[in-house]
Structure formats: C-alpha cells, structure tokens
C-alpha cells in the first residue's frame, strides 16, 4: 500500500507557472509507476503525465506537451509536475496517482492506476 499527498497547488495568473508535488508514504515508492491527471468541473479525470518507476521514461498528455515537467525523487519519495505557461484552461483539482510496476514502463490509462491522492486545486486566471 501508498498514500499519497499532493501539495502546491493555487491562484495564478496566466503564463505563470507552479510546481506540484506529491509525498509518498511507505518504502517502496520506486517499485511504482506514478501518473499525474487532473479533473475539471463537470468533466472527466484526464491523464496529463506518467513516469515510470526509476524516471528513466515520461509521456504526456499533447495539451501539456512543451509547457509541463514530471520528475521524481525516489531518495524522497517525490514526484513532481513542473508546470509553466500555465493557461486558464489549466484550472483543475489535479491528482497523482500510483501503480505497481516491475517492468519500468509508464501508464497512460486512468483505470490502471490503483492508489490516488486527494487531489490539490490549481486556478489559472486570465
């Protein structure tokens, strides 16, 4: 099992940015494969990025593409979602997400991760 926490989420202005971060509980965070999405109201959750389990490999949602970062820190139990030119069709509550993985491979799929943070709220004003 791990819980997850995300922090740094807030009020920015448009081509701002901000960096997320999500604690993991627990010693064996590098055994998963992390994914950050992200829920606007009335809409779906949707993927934004993933990283596999040693950071070696990351992929990310096309809208992100360019303007955010995932990383992690396995010494902290860390990852993290950079997030530059910020536009306000960025606002959402934004989400990590953790699953198992022994092959170092990244997910995509909302539906494969099994364990999920509560989420930390990102507003972007025009």
């Known amino acids: 099992q791990v819980q997850l926490v995300e922090s740094g989420g807030g009020l920015v202005q448009a081509g701002g940015s901000l960096r997320l971060s999500c604690a993991a509980s627990g010693r064996t965070f590098v055994t998963y494969a992390m994914g950050w999405f992200r829920q606007a109201p009335g809409k779906e959750r949707e993927f934004v990025a993933g990283?596999?389990?040693?950071?070696?490999?990351?992929t990310y949602a096309d809208f992100v593409k360019g303007r955010f970062t995932i990383s992690r820190d396995n010494a902290r139990d860390t990852v993290y979602l950079q997030m530059n030119s910020l536009k306000p069709e960025d606002t959402a509550a934004y989400y990590c997400?953790?699953?198992?993985?022994?092959?170092?491979?990244?997910?995509?799929?909302?539906?494969?991760?099994?364990?999920w943070g509560r989420g930390t709220q990102v507003t972007v004003s025009s």
């Open positions: 990283i596999s389990r040693t950071g070696v490999s990351t």
């Open positions: 997400a953790a699953v198992r993985d022994y092959s170092d491979s990244y997910y995509v799929r909302k539906s494969l991760y099994d364990h």
